[in-house]
Protein backbone atom coordinates (compact mmCIF):
# COMPACT_ATOMS: atom_id res chain seq x y z
CA UNK A 1 0.00 0.00 0.00
CA UNK A 2 1.48 3.07 -1.24
CA UNK A 3 0.91 6.13 1.60
CA UNK A 4 0.01 9.75 0.04
CA UNK A 5 3.67 10.95 1.17
CA UNK A 6 4.78 8.53 -1.18
CA UNK A 7 6.04 5.64 2.29
CA UNK A 8 5.22 1.79 1.23
CA UNK A 9 3.33 -0.44 3.71
CA UNK A 10 5.15 -4.21 2.40
CA UNK A 11 4.72 -7.65 4.24
CA UNK A 12 8.08 -8.43 6.13
CA UNK A 13 8.48 -11.73 3.59
CA UNK A 14 8.06 -9.65 0.93
CA UNK A 15 10.25 -7.30 2.36
CA UNK A 16 13.05 -10.05 2.85
CA UNK A 17 12.69 -11.15 -0.27
CA UNK A 18 12.58 -8.23 -2.52
CA UNK A 19 13.93 -5.29 -0.54
CA UNK A 20 17.14 -6.20 0.44
CA UNK A 21 19.40 -4.32 -2.13
CA UNK A 22 17.96 -0.86 -1.15
CA UNK A 23 19.84 1.99 0.15
CA UNK A 24 19.39 3.49 3.92
CA UNK A 25 17.73 6.60 2.69
CA UNK A 26 15.10 3.87 0.27
CA UNK A 27 14.56 1.82 3.24
CA UNK A 28 13.35 5.28 5.08
CA UNK A 29 10.14 4.60 2.65
CA UNK A 30 9.62 1.22 3.45
CA UNK A 31 7.47 0.57 6.51
CA UNK A 32 7.51 -3.23 7.21
CA UNK A 33 4.27 -5.10 7.97
CA UNK A 34 4.08 -7.09 11.15
CA UNK A 35 3.34 -10.71 10.24
CA UNK A 36 0.59 -10.54 13.02
CA UNK A 37 -0.95 -7.57 12.29
CA UNK A 38 -4.28 -7.94 10.90
CA UNK A 39 -6.86 -5.00 9.50
CA UNK A 40 -10.86 -5.47 9.43
CA UNK A 41 -12.75 -2.03 7.84
CA UNK A 42 -16.05 -1.94 7.83
CA UNK A 43 -17.54 0.06 4.73
CA UNK A 44 -21.12 1.19 3.87
CA UNK A 45 -21.67 0.21 0.27
CA UNK A 46 -21.50 3.05 -2.32
CA UNK A 47 -24.24 5.34 -3.72
CA UNK A 48 -27.39 6.56 -2.24
CA UNK A 49 -28.64 6.66 0.36
CA UNK A 50 -25.52 5.80 2.67
CA UNK A 51 -23.01 7.47 -0.13
CA UNK A 52 -19.98 5.35 1.11
CA UNK A 53 -16.70 4.92 -1.11
CA UNK A 54 -16.71 2.42 -3.54
CA UNK A 55 -13.76 0.37 -1.78
CA UNK A 56 -13.49 -2.42 -3.89
CA UNK A 57 -12.56 0.09 -6.46
CA UNK A 58 -10.10 1.98 -4.43
CA UNK A 59 -8.60 -0.60 -1.84
CA UNK A 60 -10.12 -4.37 -3.40
CA UNK A 61 -6.62 -5.73 -4.89
CA UNK A 62 -5.54 -4.72 -1.09
CA UNK A 63 -7.94 -6.77 0.81
CA UNK A 64 -9.69 -10.09 1.27
CA UNK A 65 -13.16 -8.37 0.20
CA UNK A 66 -16.41 -9.88 1.81
CA UNK A 67 -19.91 -8.55 1.06
CA UNK A 68 -22.12 -8.71 4.39
CA UNK A 69 -25.66 -9.37 3.10
CA UNK A 70 -28.84 -9.31 5.34
CA UNK A 71 -29.31 -12.04 7.89
CA UNK A 72 -31.14 -14.96 6.53
CA UNK A 73 -35.34 -14.98 8.32
CA UNK A 74 -33.76 -17.90 10.54
CA UNK A 75 -31.01 -16.24 11.41
CA UNK A 76 -32.70 -12.72 12.12
CA UNK A 77 -34.75 -14.98 14.18
CA UNK A 78 -32.76 -16.23 16.52
CA UNK A 79 -30.96 -12.63 17.12
CA UNK A 80 -33.95 -10.89 17.84
CA UNK A 81 -34.73 -13.69 20.53
CA UNK A 82 -31.77 -12.98 22.28
CA UNK A 83 -32.57 -9.29 22.61
CA UNK A 84 -37.06 -10.12 23.27
CA UNK A 85 -36.93 -13.33 25.38
CA UNK A 86 -39.86 -12.13 26.74
CA UNK A 87 -42.09 -11.50 23.35
CA UNK A 88 -43.93 -13.99 22.01
CA UNK A 89 -42.24 -15.83 19.00
CA UNK A 90 -45.17 -15.83 16.52
CA UNK A 91 -44.63 -11.42 17.42
CA UNK A 92 -41.27 -11.62 16.90
CA UNK A 93 -41.82 -13.58 13.34
CA UNK A 94 -44.10 -10.98 12.43
CA UNK A 95 -41.54 -8.40 12.97
CA UNK A 96 -38.78 -9.89 10.49
CA UNK A 97 -41.06 -10.97 7.97
CA UNK A 98 -42.10 -6.98 7.82
CA UNK A 99 -38.68 -5.87 8.03
CA UNK A 100 -37.69 -9.02 5.23
CA UNK A 101 -40.66 -7.27 2.91
CA UNK A 102 -38.91 -3.81 3.22
CA UNK A 103 -35.90 -4.71 2.75
CA UNK A 104 -37.42 -6.26 -0.65
CA UNK A 105 -38.98 -3.20 -1.58
CA UNK A 106 -36.35 -0.86 -0.99
CA UNK A 107 -33.95 -3.16 -3.48
CA UNK A 108 -37.00 -2.58 -5.94
CA UNK A 109 -36.73 0.99 -5.50
CA UNK A 110 -40.04 1.45 -3.50
CA UNK A 111 -38.47 2.79 -1.15
CA UNK A 112 -35.33 4.26 -0.53
CA UNK A 113 -34.08 3.54 3.08
CA UNK A 114 -33.10 -0.31 3.20
CA UNK A 115 -34.17 -1.19 6.27
CA UNK A 116 -31.79 -3.68 8.38
CA UNK A 117 -31.88 -5.77 11.26
CA UNK A 118 -30.68 -3.11 13.51
CA UNK A 119 -33.95 -1.24 12.67
CA UNK A 120 -35.70 -4.70 14.11
CA UNK A 121 -33.96 -4.93 16.92
CA UNK A 122 -34.44 -1.69 18.34
CA UNK A 123 -38.14 -2.22 18.20
CA UNK A 124 -37.75 -5.39 20.07
CA UNK A 125 -34.93 -3.79 22.40
CA UNK A 126 -37.89 -1.12 23.46
CA UNK A 127 -41.08 -3.69 23.63
CA UNK A 128 -38.53 -6.22 25.82
CA UNK A 129 -37.84 -2.71 28.04
CA UNK A 130 -41.34 -1.01 28.49
CA UNK A 131 -43.69 -3.96 27.69
CA UNK A 132 -46.76 -1.47 28.71
CA UNK A 133 -45.62 0.47 25.82
CA UNK A 134 -47.75 0.66 22.50
CA UNK A 135 -46.20 -0.35 19.50
CA UNK A 136 -46.56 2.87 17.63
CA UNK A 137 -44.30 3.72 20.42
CA UNK A 138 -41.94 1.67 19.70
CA UNK A 139 -41.78 2.27 15.78
CA UNK A 140 -41.75 6.08 16.71
CA UNK A 141 -37.40 6.15 16.28
CA UNK A 142 -37.38 4.46 13.19
CA UNK A 143 -40.09 5.45 10.91
CA UNK A 144 -40.55 9.59 12.87
CA UNK A 145 -38.38 10.92 9.73
CA UNK A 146 -40.67 9.28 6.80
CA UNK A 147 -43.68 10.63 8.59
CA UNK A 148 -43.24 13.22 6.47
CA UNK A 149 -43.42 11.49 2.86
CA UNK A 150 -46.54 10.81 2.49
CA UNK A 151 -45.98 8.12 -0.13
CA UNK A 152 -43.28 6.24 1.46
CA UNK A 153 -45.88 6.18 5.15
CA UNK A 154 -48.61 4.88 2.98
CA UNK A 155 -46.11 1.99 1.83
CA UNK A 156 -44.62 1.14 5.15
CA UNK A 157 -48.10 1.11 6.27
CA UNK A 158 -49.36 -1.56 4.33
CA UNK A 159 -45.94 -3.44 4.42
CA UNK A 160 -46.65 -3.72 8.41
CA UNK A 161 -50.34 -4.14 8.47
CA UNK A 162 -49.55 -6.87 5.97
CA UNK A 163 -47.71 -8.29 8.93
CA UNK A 164 -50.59 -7.49 11.76
CA UNK A 165 -48.45 -5.00 12.97
CA UNK A 166 -50.89 -2.20 12.08
CA UNK A 167 -50.81 0.23 15.25
CA UNK A 168 -53.54 1.69 17.00
CA UNK A 169 -51.90 4.92 17.18
CA UNK A 170 -48.59 6.90 16.33
CA UNK A 171 -46.51 8.04 13.74
CA UNK A 172 -47.62 6.34 10.97
CA UNK A 173 -51.08 7.59 12.06
CA UNK A 174 -50.10 11.21 12.55
CA UNK A 175 -50.48 14.24 10.21
CA UNK A 176 -48.05 17.15 11.54
CA UNK A 177 -48.94 20.54 10.28
CA UNK A 178 -48.32 24.01 11.43
CA UNK A 179 -51.35 26.15 12.68
CA UNK A 180 -50.61 29.97 13.22
CA UNK A 181 -47.12 28.83 14.31
CA UNK A 182 -48.26 26.12 16.39
CA UNK A 183 -47.22 22.61 15.94
CA UNK A 184 -50.32 20.18 15.81
CA UNK A 185 -50.62 16.56 15.46
CA UNK A 186 -53.79 15.33 13.36
CA UNK A 187 -54.68 11.66 13.55
CA UNK A 188 -55.16 9.26 10.33
CA UNK A 189 -57.05 6.08 9.93
CA UNK A 190 -54.70 3.22 9.16
CA UNK A 191 -57.25 2.32 6.47
CA UNK A 192 -56.05 1.56 2.84
CA UNK A 193 -56.69 3.90 0.34
CA UNK A 194 -58.90 2.41 -2.52
CA UNK A 195 -57.70 1.11 -5.70
CA UNK A 196 -59.82 2.31 -9.03
CA UNK A 197 -59.24 -1.37 -11.22
CA UNK A 198 -59.43 -0.87 -14.53
CA UNK A 199 -62.70 -2.40 -16.01
CA UNK A 200 -63.18 -4.95 -18.93
CA UNK A 201 -62.38 -7.82 -19.98
CA UNK A 202 -59.53 -9.54 -22.44
CA UNK A 203 -60.74 -10.62 -25.81
CA UNK A 204 -58.50 -13.67 -27.21
CA UNK A 205 -57.06 -13.63 -30.35
CA UNK A 206 -59.46 -15.03 -33.11
CA UNK A 207 -59.35 -15.62 -36.90
CA UNK A 208 -62.02 -14.78 -39.36
CA UNK A 209 -62.70 -17.02 -42.46
CA UNK A 210 -64.07 -14.37 -44.36
CA UNK A 211 -62.86 -13.73 -47.79
CA UNK A 212 -63.54 -10.77 -49.87
CA UNK A 213 -62.64 -9.36 -53.80
CA UNK A 214 -61.45 -5.90 -55.09
CA UNK A 215 -65.34 -5.84 -56.37
CA UNK A 216 -67.21 -6.13 -52.49
CA UNK A 217 -65.45 -3.40 -51.28
CA UNK A 218 -67.74 -0.04 -51.70
CA UNK A 219 -65.93 2.44 -50.09
CA UNK A 220 -65.07 3.53 -46.76
CA UNK A 221 -67.77 4.79 -43.90
CA UNK A 222 -67.88 4.96 -40.24
CA UNK A 223 -71.40 2.59 -40.59
CA UNK A 224 -74.55 2.17 -38.68
CA UNK A 225 -74.23 2.32 -34.78
CA UNK A 226 -76.04 -0.42 -33.10
CA UNK A 227 -77.84 0.89 -29.77
CA UNK A 228 -77.64 -2.57 -28.20
CA UNK A 229 -74.29 -3.13 -28.33
CA UNK A 230 -74.34 -6.58 -29.90
CA UNK A 231 -71.35 -8.08 -31.55
CA UNK A 232 -71.54 -8.27 -36.07
CA UNK A 233 -68.83 -10.17 -37.63
CA UNK A 234 -68.37 -10.68 -41.48
CA UNK A 235 -70.34 -7.68 -42.25
CA UNK A 236 -70.29 -4.13 -44.00
CA UNK A 237 -73.14 -2.19 -42.08
CA UNK A 238 -71.95 -1.47 -38.41
CA UNK A 239 -69.71 0.83 -37.21
CA UNK A 240 -67.71 -1.54 -34.39
CA UNK A 241 -68.11 -4.69 -36.31
CA UNK A 242 -65.24 -7.00 -36.17
CA UNK A 243 -63.87 -9.04 -39.50
CA UNK A 244 -66.03 -7.39 -41.97
CA UNK A 245 -64.63 -4.83 -44.45
CA UNK A 246 -65.47 -1.25 -45.50
CA UNK A 247 -66.91 0.22 -41.80
CA UNK A 248 -64.81 1.30 -38.97
CA UNK A 249 -64.20 -1.64 -36.49
CA UNK A 250 -61.33 -4.18 -35.61
CA UNK A 251 -60.05 -6.93 -37.22
CA UNK A 252 -61.22 -5.90 -40.75
CA UNK A 253 -60.23 -4.61 -43.90
CA UNK A 254 -61.15 -1.44 -45.97
CA UNK A 255 -62.65 0.65 -43.04
CA UNK A 256 -61.43 4.38 -42.09
CA UNK A 257 -60.41 3.58 -39.10
CA UNK A 258 -60.06 1.25 -35.92
CA UNK A 259 -63.39 1.82 -33.33
CA UNK A 260 -63.43 -0.86 -30.71
CA UNK A 261 -66.79 -1.54 -29.33
CA UNK A 262 -65.61 -4.23 -26.43
CA UNK A 263 -67.05 -7.25 -28.65
CA UNK A 264 -64.93 -10.24 -29.18
CA UNK A 265 -62.82 -9.45 -32.33
CA UNK A 266 -62.17 -11.49 -35.80
CA UNK A 267 -58.88 -11.03 -37.69
CA UNK A 268 -59.18 -11.40 -41.07
CA UNK A 269 -55.75 -12.72 -43.07
CA UNK A 270 -53.23 -10.61 -44.30
CA UNK A 271 -54.14 -12.28 -47.87
CA UNK A 272 -57.34 -10.64 -47.81
CA UNK A 273 -56.29 -7.23 -46.37
CA UNK A 274 -53.63 -7.07 -49.99
CA UNK A 275 -57.10 -7.63 -51.75
CA UNK A 276 -57.89 -3.60 -51.41
CA UNK A 277 -56.81 -1.25 -53.78
CA UNK A 278 -54.74 1.49 -53.84
CA UNK A 279 -57.45 3.92 -54.48
CA UNK A 280 -59.88 2.69 -51.76
CA UNK A 281 -56.89 2.61 -49.13
CA UNK A 282 -56.09 6.16 -49.75
CA UNK A 283 -60.12 6.76 -49.82
CA UNK A 284 -59.81 5.54 -46.51
CA UNK A 285 -56.79 7.11 -45.28
CA UNK A 286 -58.20 10.89 -46.19
CA UNK A 287 -61.68 9.80 -43.94
CA UNK A 288 -59.39 8.77 -41.57
CA UNK A 289 -57.42 11.89 -41.13
CA UNK A 290 -59.94 13.92 -41.37
CA UNK A 291 -61.86 12.28 -38.62
CA UNK A 292 -58.22 12.39 -36.46
CA UNK A 293 -57.90 16.51 -36.95
CA UNK A 294 -61.96 16.56 -35.54
CA UNK A 295 -61.48 14.55 -32.70
CA UNK A 296 -58.03 16.68 -31.97
CA UNK A 297 -59.79 19.83 -32.26
CA UNK A 298 -62.40 18.31 -29.61
CA UNK A 299 -59.59 17.40 -27.29
CA UNK A 300 -57.86 21.13 -27.24
CA UNK A 301 -61.44 22.36 -26.57
CA UNK A 302 -62.50 20.09 -23.92
CA UNK A 303 -62.87 20.32 -20.28
CA UNK A 304 -60.25 18.51 -17.84
CA UNK A 305 -61.90 15.67 -16.80
CA UNK A 306 -60.59 14.66 -13.31
CA UNK A 307 -62.51 11.07 -13.09
CA UNK A 308 -61.02 9.75 -16.60
CA UNK A 309 -57.39 11.10 -15.38
CA UNK A 310 -57.84 9.32 -12.03
CA UNK A 311 -58.58 6.03 -13.53
CA UNK A 312 -55.21 5.86 -15.34
CA UNK A 313 -53.20 7.42 -12.31
CA UNK A 314 -54.81 5.53 -9.26
CA UNK A 315 -53.41 2.03 -10.21
CA UNK A 316 -49.90 3.54 -10.77
CA UNK A 317 -49.18 5.96 -7.84
CA UNK A 318 -47.30 3.38 -5.87
CA UNK A 319 -44.79 3.37 -9.17
CA UNK A 320 -44.87 6.76 -9.60
CA UNK A 321 -43.32 7.46 -5.97
CA UNK A 322 -41.43 4.47 -6.63
CA UNK A 323 -39.20 5.94 -9.64
CA UNK A 324 -39.38 9.40 -8.10
CA UNK A 325 -37.19 7.62 -5.21
CA UNK A 326 -34.90 6.51 -8.13
CA UNK A 327 -34.79 9.55 -9.40
CA UNK A 328 -34.31 11.20 -6.34
CA UNK A 329 -30.92 8.33 -5.49
CA UNK A 330 -29.27 8.74 -9.34
CA UNK A 331 -25.61 9.94 -9.44
CA UNK A 332 -23.58 11.86 -11.32
CA UNK A 333 -21.66 10.13 -14.10
CA UNK A 334 -19.66 12.27 -16.27
CA UNK A 335 -16.24 12.31 -16.08
CA UNK A 336 -14.68 15.74 -14.89
CA UNK A 337 -11.57 17.51 -14.74
CA UNK A 338 -9.80 17.82 -11.87
CA UNK A 339 -6.32 18.08 -10.79
CA UNK A 340 -4.61 14.95 -9.50
CA UNK A 341 -1.81 15.76 -6.72
CA UNK A 342 1.56 13.68 -6.12
CA UNK A 343 2.47 13.54 -9.28
CA UNK A 344 6.17 13.09 -10.55
CA UNK A 345 5.90 15.49 -13.49
CA UNK A 346 3.13 17.78 -14.49
CA UNK A 347 2.22 21.66 -13.00
CA UNK A 348 4.13 22.55 -9.61
CA UNK A 349 1.97 22.14 -6.79
CA UNK A 350 1.97 25.29 -4.55
CA UNK A 351 1.31 23.45 -1.60
CA UNK A 352 4.35 21.20 -1.61
CA UNK A 353 7.29 24.08 -2.28
CA UNK A 354 8.91 22.40 0.97
CA UNK A 355 8.71 18.93 0.28
CA UNK A 356 10.28 20.13 -3.51
CA UNK A 357 13.30 21.86 -1.18
CA UNK A 358 13.95 18.57 0.43
CA UNK A 359 13.82 16.36 -2.03
CA UNK A 360 10.45 15.04 -2.57
CA UNK A 361 9.98 14.07 -6.53
CA UNK A 362 5.92 13.64 -6.65
CA UNK A 363 5.44 17.12 -5.98
CA UNK A 364 3.47 18.25 -9.24
CA UNK A 365 -0.23 17.75 -10.08
CA UNK A 366 -2.00 17.12 -13.44
CA UNK A 367 -5.42 17.80 -14.99
CA UNK A 368 -7.18 14.38 -15.77
CA UNK A 369 -10.70 13.63 -16.32
CA UNK A 370 -11.33 11.09 -12.96
CA UNK A 371 -15.20 9.66 -12.46
CA UNK A 372 -17.43 11.53 -10.07
CA UNK A 373 -17.19 10.12 -6.54
CA UNK A 374 -20.52 9.09 -4.59
CA UNK A 375 -22.25 11.64 -3.69
CA UNK A 376 -20.56 14.14 -5.96
CA UNK A 377 -23.13 16.72 -6.88
CA UNK A 378 -24.45 16.41 -10.51
CA UNK A 379 -22.80 19.27 -12.52
CA UNK A 380 -25.25 18.67 -15.84
CA UNK A 381 -28.64 17.01 -16.17
CA UNK A 382 -29.27 13.73 -17.49
CA UNK A 383 -31.48 13.33 -20.94
CA UNK A 384 -34.02 11.02 -21.62
CA UNK A 385 -35.78 10.50 -24.75
CA UNK A 386 -38.66 8.23 -24.40
CA UNK A 387 -39.74 6.47 -27.77
CA UNK A 388 -43.50 5.14 -27.89
CA UNK A 389 -45.31 2.90 -30.12
CA UNK A 390 -48.50 4.72 -31.05
CA UNK A 391 -49.15 2.73 -33.83
CA UNK A 392 -52.48 1.08 -35.05
CA UNK A 393 -51.37 -2.47 -33.42
CA UNK A 394 -51.10 -1.07 -30.52
CA UNK A 395 -55.65 0.06 -30.41
CA UNK A 396 -56.00 -2.95 -32.89
CA UNK A 397 -54.48 -6.13 -29.80
CA UNK A 398 -55.41 -3.36 -26.88
CA UNK A 399 -58.55 -5.62 -25.98
CA UNK A 400 -56.29 -8.72 -26.50
CA UNK A 401 -53.45 -7.59 -23.50
CA UNK A 402 -53.96 -3.68 -22.40
CA UNK A 403 -51.35 -2.83 -24.59
CA UNK A 404 -52.06 0.75 -24.96
CA UNK A 405 -53.64 1.26 -21.57
CA UNK A 406 -49.95 0.11 -20.17
CA UNK A 407 -48.52 2.62 -23.11
CA UNK A 408 -50.20 5.25 -21.91
CA UNK A 409 -49.88 4.30 -17.79
CA UNK A 410 -46.23 4.19 -18.60
CA UNK A 411 -46.23 7.95 -20.66
CA UNK A 412 -48.30 9.19 -17.65
CA UNK A 413 -45.85 7.68 -15.13
CA UNK A 414 -43.04 9.50 -16.60
CA UNK A 415 -44.41 12.64 -16.72
CA UNK A 416 -45.55 12.70 -13.30
CA UNK A 417 -42.81 10.92 -11.22
CA UNK A 418 -40.40 13.26 -13.20
CA UNK A 419 -42.19 16.74 -12.71
CA UNK A 420 -39.88 18.77 -10.21
CA UNK A 421 -36.56 16.87 -11.08
CA UNK A 422 -36.36 19.17 -14.09
CA UNK A 423 -32.57 20.63 -13.30
CA UNK A 424 -31.45 17.15 -13.20
CA UNK A 425 -33.29 14.78 -15.75
CA UNK A 426 -34.59 16.53 -18.66
CA UNK A 427 -36.71 14.57 -20.76
CA UNK A 428 -39.01 14.14 -24.07
CA UNK A 429 -41.53 11.88 -25.71
CA UNK A 430 -41.44 10.82 -29.42
CA UNK A 431 -43.97 8.49 -30.87
CA UNK A 432 -44.26 6.30 -33.88
CA UNK A 433 -46.57 4.92 -36.29
CA UNK A 434 -47.43 3.65 -39.95
CA UNK A 435 -47.40 7.35 -40.41
CA UNK A 436 -44.10 8.79 -39.26
CA UNK A 437 -41.12 8.16 -37.00
CA UNK A 438 -40.77 11.23 -34.85
CA UNK A 439 -44.33 12.42 -33.55
CA UNK A 440 -43.46 14.97 -30.94
CA UNK A 441 -45.59 14.19 -27.86
CA UNK A 442 -44.12 16.04 -25.09
CA UNK A 443 -41.19 18.47 -26.39
CA UNK A 444 -38.16 19.08 -24.65
CA UNK A 445 -38.32 22.39 -22.57
CA UNK A 446 -42.17 22.26 -23.38
CA UNK A 447 -43.16 19.77 -20.51
CA UNK A 448 -46.95 19.66 -19.29
CA UNK A 449 -47.79 22.04 -16.93
CA UNK A 450 -50.93 20.28 -15.12
CA UNK A 451 -53.14 17.36 -15.22
CA UNK A 452 -55.51 17.99 -17.79
CA UNK A 453 -52.10 18.67 -20.09
CA UNK A 454 -51.24 15.50 -19.32
CA UNK A 455 -54.46 14.17 -19.81
CA UNK A 456 -54.30 15.52 -23.37
CA UNK A 457 -51.68 13.77 -24.10
CA UNK A 458 -52.82 10.78 -23.60
CA UNK A 459 -55.87 11.52 -25.08
CA UNK A 460 -53.89 12.26 -28.52
CA UNK A 461 -51.91 9.25 -28.10
CA UNK A 462 -54.90 7.04 -27.78
CA UNK A 463 -56.38 9.17 -31.11
CA UNK A 464 -53.20 8.78 -33.11
CA UNK A 465 -52.97 5.18 -32.50
CA UNK A 466 -57.19 4.73 -33.59
CA UNK A 467 -56.85 6.57 -36.89
CA UNK A 468 -52.96 6.17 -38.00
CA UNK A 469 -51.76 4.26 -41.31
CA UNK A 470 -50.98 0.32 -40.86
CA UNK A 471 -47.08 -0.03 -40.25
CA UNK A 472 -44.11 0.12 -38.46
CA UNK A 473 -41.40 2.88 -37.97
CA UNK A 474 -39.66 1.35 -35.03
CA UNK A 475 -36.33 1.03 -36.39
CA UNK A 476 -36.27 4.42 -37.95
CA UNK A 477 -37.57 6.42 -34.87
CA UNK A 478 -35.02 4.79 -32.54
CA UNK A 479 -32.04 5.29 -34.74
CA UNK A 480 -33.28 8.90 -35.10
CA UNK A 481 -33.69 9.66 -31.43
CA UNK A 482 -30.16 7.75 -30.68
CA UNK A 483 -28.54 10.27 -33.58
CA UNK A 484 -30.12 13.61 -32.23
CA UNK A 485 -29.01 12.87 -28.46
CA UNK A 486 -25.54 11.79 -29.91
CA UNK A 487 -25.18 15.78 -30.92
CA UNK A 488 -25.92 16.72 -27.41
CA UNK A 489 -23.90 14.21 -25.47
CA UNK A 490 -21.37 16.99 -24.21
CA UNK A 491 -24.90 18.77 -22.59
CA UNK A 492 -25.86 16.24 -19.98
CA UNK A 493 -24.03 14.26 -17.70
CA UNK A 494 -25.65 10.84 -19.23
CA UNK A 495 -27.99 10.44 -22.30
CA UNK A 496 -30.82 7.67 -22.59
CA UNK A 497 -33.02 6.36 -24.81
CA UNK A 498 -35.91 4.25 -24.34
CA UNK A 499 -38.21 2.69 -27.03
CA UNK A 500 -41.29 0.97 -25.72
CA UNK A 501 -43.19 -1.39 -27.77
CA UNK A 502 -45.33 -3.84 -28.02
CA UNK A 503 -43.00 -6.08 -30.48
CA UNK A 504 -45.02 -6.89 -33.43
CA UNK A 505 -41.67 -6.40 -35.78
CA UNK A 506 -42.13 -9.83 -37.38
CA UNK A 507 -45.31 -9.32 -38.68
CA UNK A 508 -43.24 -6.69 -41.05
CA UNK A 509 -40.35 -8.67 -41.58
CA UNK A 510 -37.92 -6.64 -39.32
CA UNK A 511 -35.09 -8.71 -38.32
CA UNK A 512 -34.06 -8.04 -34.71
CA UNK A 513 -30.31 -7.99 -35.89
CA UNK A 514 -31.22 -4.60 -37.05
CA UNK A 515 -32.57 -3.15 -34.20
CA UNK A 516 -29.57 -4.89 -32.04
CA UNK A 517 -27.40 -2.57 -34.45
CA UNK A 518 -29.52 0.87 -33.59
CA UNK A 519 -28.96 0.18 -29.90
CA UNK A 520 -25.30 -0.54 -29.78
CA UNK A 521 -25.02 2.48 -32.82
CA UNK A 522 -23.56 4.96 -29.96
CA UNK A 523 -21.62 4.09 -27.00
CA UNK A 524 -22.00 7.60 -25.35
CA UNK A 525 -26.19 7.34 -25.73
CA UNK A 526 -27.58 4.46 -23.69
CA UNK A 527 -30.07 2.66 -25.29
CA UNK A 528 -32.74 -0.01 -24.26
CA UNK A 529 -35.88 -1.56 -25.53
CA UNK A 530 -39.08 -2.19 -23.47
CA UNK A 531 -41.27 -4.55 -24.82
CA UNK A 532 -45.27 -4.00 -23.28
CA UNK A 533 -47.10 -6.30 -25.42
CA UNK A 534 -46.79 -10.18 -26.87
CA UNK A 535 -49.02 -11.86 -29.26
CA UNK A 536 -47.73 -15.15 -27.01
CA UNK A 537 -44.18 -15.46 -26.27
CA UNK A 538 -43.34 -13.59 -28.78
CA UNK A 539 -41.54 -10.53 -26.97
CA UNK A 540 -39.40 -13.24 -24.80
CA UNK A 541 -38.48 -14.74 -28.02
CA UNK A 542 -37.08 -11.28 -29.09
CA UNK A 543 -35.63 -9.88 -26.04
CA UNK A 544 -33.83 -13.27 -26.79
CA UNK A 545 -32.28 -11.96 -29.57
CA UNK A 546 -31.30 -8.81 -28.82
CA UNK A 547 -28.04 -7.58 -26.90
CA UNK A 548 -27.93 -9.10 -23.23
CA UNK A 549 -29.10 -5.76 -21.15
CA UNK A 550 -30.40 -4.01 -23.69
CA UNK A 551 -34.23 -5.48 -23.69
CA UNK A 552 -36.57 -6.11 -21.52
CA UNK A 553 -39.57 -7.72 -21.43
CA UNK A 554 -42.72 -5.64 -18.95
CA UNK A 555 -46.37 -6.82 -19.48
CA UNK A 556 -47.19 -5.54 -16.02
CA UNK A 557 -47.16 -1.48 -15.37
CA UNK A 558 -46.28 -2.14 -11.91
CA UNK A 559 -42.62 -3.56 -12.69
CA UNK A 560 -41.96 -0.61 -14.98
CA UNK A 561 -39.82 1.51 -12.37
CA UNK A 562 -37.70 -1.21 -11.45
CA UNK A 563 -36.62 -2.11 -14.87
CA UNK A 564 -36.08 1.78 -15.26
CA UNK A 565 -33.97 1.77 -11.76
CA UNK A 566 -31.87 -1.35 -13.61
CA UNK A 567 -31.21 0.65 -16.85
CA UNK A 568 -30.02 3.52 -14.59
CA UNK A 569 -27.94 1.73 -12.04
CA UNK A 570 -26.35 -0.70 -14.74
CA UNK A 571 -24.95 2.12 -16.35
CA UNK A 572 -24.20 4.03 -13.24
CA UNK A 573 -21.84 0.72 -12.22
CA UNK A 574 -20.56 0.31 -15.61
Not at 530 to 547: N, T, V, W, Y
Amino acid sequence: MILSDNRRIVPKTVMEQHYQHLGEEELHKIIPLHPEFRMFVLANRPGFPFLGNDFYSVLGDLFSVHAVDNPSFESEMELLKKYGPEIPLEFLERIAKAFGDLRTLADEGTISYPYSTREAVNIVKHLQKYPRDTLSEAIDNIFDFDVYNNELRKTVRRTLKKHKLEPTEGILLRKRYTDEGELKVEMIPISELPTLERSGTLNPLRYSDKKFTESDFGGPKHGKVDPNGAPHVGGNTWAGGSGGRDTAGLGGVGGPYRLDSGNPVFQVSDAVKQALSPEARKMARAMAQKAFDEKLLEIKMSKYEGNVYEEYLAPIRPQIAALRVILNSLQAKAKERKWIKHQTSGDMDDTKIIEGVVGEKNIYRRRQDENPEPGDPQQKPKRLMLVVDVSGSMYRFNGYDRRLDRMLECALLVMEAFEGFEEMFQYDIVGHSGDDYKLPIVEHGKLPRDNKERLDIMRIMHLHSQFCSSGDNTLEATDEAIKTLATQVEDFDESFVIMLSDSNLERYGIPPKELSKILNSHEDVKSFAIFIGSLGDQAERLKLQLPPGKAYVCLDTTKLPQILQRIFSETILA
